[in-house]
């Protein structure tokens, strides 16, 4: 069992930065990444990172989020720059062992 616990989310204006983390219980999960969801939206990858370090962005993200693990804490980081009013989501963190979770998510508002 993997229990996954995030922090950093809150309301930032656009152009603005933010920086999530997720840190995992039990064993080191091998993949670990972020989805997002906006209301009346489907989840959307944002961007996940394989415990050798290697990563995968969707597109909206690629150039401006950042993603990056300490495998020895067991955390995942995810650091947000020029963000704007379509990033606006409820941000889950994920994790495979090879078996999924998610955590309980955590909210992102950018807003004038």
């Known amino acids: 069992q993997v229990q996954l616990v995030e922090s950093g989310g809150g309301l930032v204006q656009p152009g603005e930065s933010l920086r999530l983390s997720c840190t995992a219980s039990?064993?080191?999960?091998?993949?670990m990444g972020w989805y997002r969801q906006a209301p009346g939206k489907q989840r959307d990858l944002v961007a996940l990172?394989?415990?050798?370090?290697?990563?995968n962005y969707g597109d909206a993200v690629k150039g401006r989020f950042t993603i990056s693990r300490d495998n020895s804490k067991k955390t995942v980081y995810l650091q947000m720059t020029t963000l704007k009013p379509d990033d606006t989501a409820v941000y889950y963190c994920?994790?495979?062992?090879?078996?999924?979770?998610w955590g309980q998510g955590t909210q992102v508002t950018v807003s004038s």
């Open positions: 994920y994790a495979a062992t090879p078996r999924a979770y």
């Open positions: 039990g064993n080191v999960p091998f993949l």
């Open positions: 990172i394989y415990s050798g370090g290697a990563t």
